[in-house]
Every structure is written in C-alpha cells, then in structure tokens.
C-alpha cells in the first residue's frame, strides 16, 4: 500500500515563495480554496494528481514532497524535551508533529537553541578539567567544538546527499574511467599534473603524528603519506580534486547554508570536499547499480570497487538523489569509548544527539568480534518500526613503535521492509518475537520498564525503590 504523503508545510512554502494567497494558489492549480487550506493543514494527504500539478505549474522538484524532515523534526524535538532542564514540560506527540508541520523554522531554531545551551553546560562542567589539564580557555574550547555540531545537523537535514556536487563527481569519474579501476590514485594524480599544474609524491615523513597529507599551494605539490593504505590514499587524492574542480559548486553551497559558528563554513567545506571524494570514487550510478546486483553485500562491494569497508558503507548512506534513490541506510562510526565519530541516518532511526546509545544496540557488540565479522540484528524501538542493523568493527594499524592500533565499530542499517534486497537478512526470522532486539535511542528517553541493560532512568518517568527486593535494575519505573 503507498504511502500517503502528508507535507503542507512544503505546499505552504511553494505558495508564499510565489508572494500567493490560498485563493490564487488553488486558482492557479484548479482547485478550491478550502481543499488548499486542509492540504497546508495536514487534514487530507496530497494526491499523485495534486504533485503532479504543482510539479507541473510551479517547477517544483516533486523529492521536496518525499522528504522525512518531519519525522526527524519529531524525533529530535521529544529528545530535546526528555531534557532534564525541561521537566513538567510534556508535550504529546500530536503537539510535537504540530509544531514540526506547521513550524518547522522555529522547530529548528529551537533544537539549534537547545543544542548550543547543552554544549554550552558540558563545557562549564569540564571548566577545572580544561584550565588544569591543558592550561587553554574554557570558552575558547566551546567554539572549538560548535562548528562540527552545526555542520553535522546542516547534513542531517538534507540527508547527506548534495546534488550538483554528487553530479559533478560522477562526471568527473566518466571521463577518468574511474570506477571500479585499480589504478585510482594514478589517473587522479595524471588529471591533478595535467589539468591543475599540481605534483604529487608519495613519502614516508617518519613523524608518526604528522599530517598524513600535505598541500603547498606555493609549491603547487602535494605529499601523501607512505604508511597509509591504498583506500585512504585515494580518498585523499580525490579530495584534493575537489579543491580544483568543485570549488565553485563548495562556496556556493557553503554560502548558502548560512551558518552562525565560528569555523562552521570551514569544517563544512571539508565535509563537502569529503562528499565529492566519495562520489568520484565511487560514482552514484555505477555504485547503485553495484549495490543491488549484489544484494548490498558489502565484503564484495569493498573488492569490486577497491574501497575501505568504511567507505562503502558511508556511500551506501548518500545514495538519496532524487527520482533514483537506493535503500535509506543509517551509518555510524564509534570508538571504543562510545563516542560517535560520524553518525548519519536517511531513515526514521535516530541517534542519541546528547548522552550515550543504547546497549542492545549491535553496533557495541561488534567490538568483541575477533577477528571481526558482520553482526546482523533485527532492533525494534519503542514506537514498533523495526531495522536490519549491520555491525562490524574495523582497525586502523599502528604506523610505528610509537604508536597504537585505533579500533573502530562501524552500524550500518535500514527499514526491515528492506530486508529482501539484502543478503544478510537471508536464513532471518523476520516475524518471530524472539528474533528481535528491544533497542532504543538512550535510556534517558526510553519508556521501556523492562529493560535489563537499563542504566538509568528515565527522565520522564518516576522510580520506585523497593528495599526488600533487589533487582538486575535497582528501580522500577512508575
């Protein structure tokens, strides 16, 4: 059955981008104004014939309409609000998908608000650790630390995927004869000598700290580190490209995004150089059409394409190019103290923005795998959707004496109603209870009560403290 598309926010915002009133927008689409206003209210769906005409009338990219922005919106706002800061306050989930269909703007506002309002107390609680520790300004290391939260939110809300770039990078690969090459580095370094005037050595500096690339703009040349492997090596050649051949579509992106931290357009032109490295690499058609001959096996995506597991996977999440989209993945990267790395997710799955993640989560497990293997999972979260999670941990070695292996936990994971297109849910109970793991965002937000990995409570709920009985979870949740 499909799905019924609910946006009016986006309907509404077509018509005040046109300077209409609902009046002259359902004149113009041959509709009455009273069906316009229930449409911008959410109170009817919009119809394939309605997309069409809007599409059709006003030139608007029907993707605009498929967006989950919503449920993210949704999501993020009931985790804000489980703040402890916010207690008493709790609104229904029906205020909250109002406040997100009517006022996704201020939704934003709101949740960048509390973003930089918990940032803004971590940091004053480390304050004595930052001064003694390393003798710098408490309120230097907050900034430091804005511009990657606001950067990482900007590509949550646009589902990773930057169009023109994506496009660019495909372009690009075509005429190189990149995919599925063996020679990347070399036919990248050929177009970075001939069309750019940029020479590019390979050396082992011997400082195992050092940058494991550097570019001298004066020199025109660049050294890539010997120790590094030939997955890294050619990422790192790609985003070099960038630099030169997507510095416009970059700038105006950048530009546009219209950020506030100091530092923020910065790290977003790295993110963004990133994005082009990975779609030259692996080219958005050629890697869809990879990933479904071969079922989203990733051991075999890795050999075919000659990328990193990291980088299949993190691909894999961007595959959301409008009119031709691949699975909605999520993709996560986490060390082994729990923090996250990189975290993505083109699907309803959120992750914890605050706090840690939930223990029943495979993603954790994957640690104790050695050697490493997938892990496959089927989570359910508390609203009832239910995901096939991919788990495996990946290494990066020591280069020297000096230094020491960096371990790695990569997630990987999608709808279940995706679960035929992919290889590891094969030999899977897909409808046996006993199969699927009770997973949520975090505890603070988790309304289970009969969680045994529970660590602490939940912010919304009282506890009960029996002193004659004494469970695996020292309370219980009333």
Request: charged share 25%; proline share 5%.
């Amino acid at each position: 059955m499909a799905k019924k598309i609910f946006a009016g926010h986006v309907l509404r915002k077509v018509r005040e981008g046109q300077g209409l009133t609902q009046m002259e927008f359902a004149k113009r689409l041959g509709l009455s104004a009273s069906y316009v206003n229930q449409l911008e209210a959410n109170q009817r769906p919009l119809s394939a014939a309605v997309l069409l005409s809007v599409g059709r009338v006003f030139s608007v990219d029907m993707a605009s309409f498929e967006a989950d922005d919503l449920e993210r919106i949704v999501a993020d706002l009931g985790e804000a609000l489980a703040d402890p800061m916010f207690r008493g306050a709790k609104p229904g989930l029906q205020d909250l998908k109002s406040v997100a269909t009517h006022a996704p703007d201020f939704a934003k506002a709101f949740l960048d608000l509390h973003g930089a309002m918990r940032r803004v107390l971590e940091h004053q609680a480390s304050v004595d650790d930052v001064i003694n520790a390393q003798g710098t300004s408490p309120r230097a290391e907050a900034r430091a630390a804005l511009p990657y939260e606001e950067v990482r939110d900007h590509f949550h809300y646009i589902d990773n995927y930057v169009d023109p770039l994506d496009r660019a990078a495909e372009k690009t690969a075509a005429d190189l004869g990149l995919a599925w090459s063996h020679e990347k580095a070399r036919l990248i370094v050929e177009r970075l000598e001939g069309l750019h005037g940029v020479t590019v050595a390979v050396s082992d500096a011997g400082d195992p700290h050092g940058p494991i690339m550097h570019f001298d703009p004066a020199r025109r040349m660049a050294i890539v580190a010997l120790s590094l492997p030939q997955s890294t090596r050619d990422f790192l050649l790609a985003g070099l490209l960038a630099r030169f051949e997507a510095a416009e579509i970059i700038d105006d992106h950048v530009a546009r995004a219209g950020f506030r931290a100091q530092g923020a357009e910065e790290v977003c032109r790295l993110a963004l150089q990133n994005h082009y490295a990975g779609a030259l690499l692996l080219p958005y058609q050629a890697f869809l059409d990879l990933a479904r001959s071969t079922r989203h096996d990733l051991d075999r995506m890795q050999i075919v394409a000659g990328a990193s597991l990291e980088q299949v996977g993190h691909r894999l999440s961007t595959l959301q190019r409008p009119g031709n989209k691949g699975i909605p993945f999520y993709f996560l990267k986490v060390d082994r103290a729990g923090n996250v790395i990189k975290r993505h997710s083109a699907t309803r799955f959120q992750f914890a923005r605050y706090g840690g993640a939930c223990p029943m989560w495979n993603v954790h497990e994957a640690f104790e795998q050695l050697p490493a293997r997938t892990l496959v999972q089927i989570g359910e979260m508390p609203d009832g959707s239910r995901y096939l999670c991919l788990a495996r941990s990946t290494v990066k070695p020591p280069t020297s004496h000096q230094t020491r292996e960096r371990r790695y936990a990569l997630g990987l994971g999608c709808e279940i109603s995706y679960a035929s297109e992919i290889v590891y849910a094969d030999g899977l109970a897909i409808g046996e209870k006993s199969e699927v793991a009770k997973i949520g965002i975090n505890c603070r937000i988790c309304p289970r009560d009969d969680c045994l990995e529970r660590a602490f409570p939940a912010v919304d709920r009282k506890i009960e403290l029996d002193p004659d009985a004494r469970g695996i979870v020292p309370f219980t949740l009333t």
